[in-house]
């Protein structure tokens, strides 16, 4: 169907519904007339929105509150855009929001806003006992007699006139089955306050009874609702357990672990939305690979969309250089001329001294100073001397380690000669700079997702902005997806989680067979998980999906296999099943490579073949008819239906050799797990014959 098409037919329902609406409002006016129950303000109210139940919406009318005495919500409604409890005022005085306070005749009014918001807590309570997130309960004050639209924090603030087309613009998440089923689990869990009476009177007649609403205002409203991507299935409805740890009171650091696939990061964004909604600070969401924050961003936008301004997604070191820019610190980062410093420093200390009896390659010494030396902030060589290198299995002599102790003075010196600072410094010139002066204003939270993949310093800097106060850090990630060398624990850091914590446990993504296919790749590898060393790779997870596929294609020689990809990849656009209704048949494929050498001749080998390819650098989630094509460690926190991994076991070795050989063959097998476990329902592994 061309573009044009559908706007028309998305164009003509939105008509239809707001027509449909106004047809059914004198209906409506007189079944609120009879509502003995109510007073004449929600009676109003009341009939306005008794026109929403003509097109699957629920209403329920003056319930008890549970957990109070005698106080009553005035309404629930039920429909495609969630949950709404609603608290009708009439109000002489014109309200408004000033400064993120409600205010009317000149006076604050905060205690309507907590009591909304109290009852919009009760609701979800009731609904996360069936796994419903919070995102989708809003609470709203609805003033009679006053045009408005405005919002304090997670409550909507609506005049009569604009109920309609505000609930109707709503976001969909809902389908009619689940309406009627959450509507009647409220109807019990909030019971009717007074049996409301049906009796044969009406209320006045008035002449705009017969016109609730603005009938344009309502169509452009139904249409902006259609316009909302589809909503995914955990935009809503989450396991009870996740929506606990959504919900939980922490009273200080805490941490959210869990094998690869477990909703660790879908719980943190709900979560992100609960925080914004709970208080009026900044949310400040983190991960360190920098394509992450577009997606997680994306997500969020169509999860809770009305905080989108309140929670910030950033790479680390992106918030690190805003920040330090915002201070006037100068810092200039060129990553390719530090490169190049220890390129010379590696000439002139490194090739002829001991430090090639253990490992002979440059790149690993450079990681030494990168994670271990300048990623733990070690300043010295007695600290370095006696530090524990957690995560690296190469065990170095003293000897060893003064070697590499002047190999790092050496870089050190010829990068500050250059006038460049690497990735490290950025992060240390901002926590000096943050502990020396703190942010202003500081975040009411931050949430840092794959925390297993920062260095020390990285973790450290964060948890200096978040501080040690009540929901302020979660820190989520799990050790057994690290993608780069050497480690650290939480307590080096100076965190403290004292039991706040939770493990999840079931895999939400991985249809059973790629999962297990995954963990026997990682299951004899011992890993490092934060808060200690973890012995066994094989760890306990439930599966919610069955079946899967596995494919191997084993080829003579390089050409036959990416002959074999190309038509892997022409069969499933042909087949057309790849993109969860959401884009053709590649939007839901990706090719992930281990290097960007590798990533550079796969784009050639599938452009040459009339294959649309995206690279992941520049896909933010939305659906693109385009197979995704990225590194391991670009594809960490992502999914996909399809993934492709060519020539995947071309560095995958036996672990028996030597340490650092170990060392070597473990970071590549937990790599390769990270790229196996992006795959929901068909994984490929291509391989060439050695
Ligand atoms: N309660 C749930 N119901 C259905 N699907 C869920 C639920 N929770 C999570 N999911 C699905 O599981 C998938 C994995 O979730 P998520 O990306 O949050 O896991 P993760 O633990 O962060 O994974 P990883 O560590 O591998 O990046 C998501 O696509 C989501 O659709």
Known sequence: MAAGDSAGARGRRAREQALELARRSREAWELAGRWEAAAEAERQVAATLLTLTGTGWRLLVDRRWPGTRTANVDMILVGPGGVFVIDVKRWRDRPGVENGHLVAGGERRDAEVARVLAMARTADEKVAEFGMSPVAVRPVIVFAGHRLDERIGRVRLVGHPDVVHALVAEPRR??????????????????????????????DERPEATALFDVAEVEKAALDSVLHAPIERWMTFLHPDQVAVVRRDWGGPARISGPAGTGKTVVALHRAAHLAARGSGRVLYVTFANNLPRVQGQ??????????DRVEFRSLHGWAQAFLTERGVPVNLNSRRAKDAFSHAWMRVGRDSVLVDVEPTPGYWQEEIDYVIKGRGITSLEEYREVARHGRRTALQTAHREAAWLLYEEYELLRKQRGVADFNDVLLAALDELRERPADPPYAAVIVDEVQDLTLVGVRLLHALAGDGPNGLLLIGDGQQAVYPGGFRLADAGIALKGRGTVLRTNYRNAAAILDEAMEVVSEDPFDDLEGPSPNGRRTVDTAYDGGQVIRAVAADAAEHDRILVAALRQLREDGDGGDGEGGALAGAAVLCRSIREIEHYHRVLTRAGLPVLRLENYDGRPVEAIKIGTYHRAKGLEFKHVYLPRHDAEIRPSADGDPARERAELARRQLFVAMTRARDLLWLGSVRR
């Not at 309406?179 to 009717?192: G, T």
């Not at 997500?299 to 989108?308: E, I, K, M, Y």
Request: aromatic share 12%; hydrophobic share 50%.
């Open 299 to 308: 997500l969020f936008r169509r999860l809770a969309g009305h905080f989108a």
């Open 174 to 203: 809902l389908t009619a089955r689940m309406v009627k089923v959450v509507s009647e689990y409220l109807e019990e869990a909030f019971p009717a306050y007074e049996v409301t009476v049906l009796k044969g009177g009406s209320v």
